[in-house]
């Protein structure tokens, strides 16, 4: 098939709630794609941070053979020969005691913010159905109905509601406004340590620590959601540990399913999330022996190829080419790690209009929030692979 005959059967069966570049990704290998005209990519996308460790990762690939040859699915009013290894490792490597499988991000923070308030109406006296949330502007945490109930974003709720209520929003990296926010009746606090959707927004230094003290002297709940900058991707396995903020719930997803299966979890403390009860939550795929393999998998893969020392490399030499090119079109380059945003000035058509400049030259990116390009590679990218793609950065900047 076509390319253009591919296109043509998503714009005339799938629904429109998506707007993809005109490409169709037909192979991938690393930090590599090919198009089904064979032109060679860099994925700097890297599937908003599912794919940190590259395209097929051998050692992933051999975990999903490996599993599909014994048992793929076994439901969990039974046990599986993954499910509580996995439980341990994702523990330790977090630094906290449980673990709580699900499929996708959205689902992870769903489960986040109903162990909150079950631990809020059982351990801070909040009256039923009264518990309140604390959240950030320009937050993004998925799309479902309750997450999509604290967006600030007009786009993705208009038309969606009614919304669920018990949410409080909060400039994000202020931390003096989350303490002010903070009533009888608040459970919880929940952030992504740096806003990745919202346009790669880094708080200011001191913000993580600051959220743990507060809700450390208020006496509730710290949730990050790391489903974006988990796993490697600033840096650190987990970017609270930039400033040692360890949460009492952490969401997990995206690369934890290795680029290959959907997989997400909460982790967090026996205080908060040992308060759920056999029946209170449970989802049918949620710990499934194939998922938790090739989460086994990714996780040695992080360990072992030292992949978070290497996005805190490679993000260093990125973000100083990055700053070192000289365009009028560049309004700003921030990040950590390998999670980089250029912002781009307002005249030059939008982020889309460099995305479609940089997929000329050879990269796949992607535009959050009208004018910032995010940049985000495999965190298995090498020097090599930076150094082609800021050639071909500057060369597109260039041709703009
Ligand atoms: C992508 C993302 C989600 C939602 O994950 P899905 O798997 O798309 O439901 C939640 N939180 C953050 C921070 C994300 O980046």
């Not at 459970?187 to 708080?203: D, F, K, R, S």
């Amino acid at each position: 098939m076509s390319s253009s005959q591919s296109i043509e059967l998503v714009e005339r069966y799938a629904a429109r709630n998506y707007r993809p570049l005109p490409v169709v990704i037909e192979r991938g290998d690393g930090v590599w794609v090919w198009d089904e005209s064979g032109k060679k990519y860099m994925d700097l996308l890297s599937c908003y941070s599912a794919l940190n460790f590259g395209h097929r990762h051998p050692a992933i690939l051999a975990a999903v053979r490996d599993q599909c040859e014994r048992v793929t699915l076994v439901p969990r009013s039974y046990h599986n020969t993954e499910l509580g290894p996995l439980c341990r490792e994702l523990a330790e490597l977090c630094g906290l005691d449980r673990v709580l499988p699900m499929n996708s991000g959205a689902e992870a923070v769903e489960t986040a913010i109903k162990t909150a308030r079950a631990w809020g109406y059982a351990n801070r006296g909040v009256p039923q159905d009264r518990a309140q949330i604390i959240v950030a502007d320009q937050n993004f945490h998925g799309r479902t109905i309750t997450v999509v109930s604290f967006s600030s974003e007009p786009y993705y709720r208009e038309g969606f509601g009614p919304f669920t209520p018990g949410f409080v929003s909060v400039p994000f990296g202020d931390a003096a406004a989350i303490e002010r926010a903070i009533g009888p009746d608040t459970v919880a606090v929940l952030l992504e340590p740096i806003q990745g959707e919202g346009g790669v927004v880094v708080p200011p230094d001191g913000y993580l620590r600051a959220c743990r003290e507060i809700c450390d002297r208020a006496g509730i709940v710290l949730i990050w959601d790391e489903v974006q900058t988990g796993f490697g991707r600033t840096g650190k396995d987990f970017c609270w540990q930039h400033e040692g903020a360890r949460p009492d719930l952490m969401t997990l997803g995206k690369a934890l399913g290795g680029g290959v299966y959907p997989a997400s979890a909460v982790v967090g403390t026996e205080a908060v999330l040992g308060v759920l009860r056999p029946g209170q939550h449970g989802s049918t795929f949620g710990g499934n022996p194939l998922a938790m393999a090739i989460a086994r998998a990714s996780l040695r893969v992080l360990v072992e190829e030292k992949l978070a020392e290497r996005a805190a490399e490679m993000g260093r030499v990125m973000l100083e080419g990055l700053r070192s090119i000289r365009h009028g079109a560049i309004r700003e380059v921030r990040g950590r790690g390998l999670l980089l945003g250029i912002e781009v000035e307002r005249d030059v058509g939008g982020a889309r209009r460099v995305c479609e400049r940089l997929l000329e030259v050879g990269l796949v990116t992607y535009e959050t929030h009208e004018r910032v390009v995010r940049l985000a590679p495999p965190l298995i990218v090498s020097r090599a692979d930076v150094d082609w793609a800021l050639e071909r950065i500057e060369q597109g900047f260039r041709g703009l």
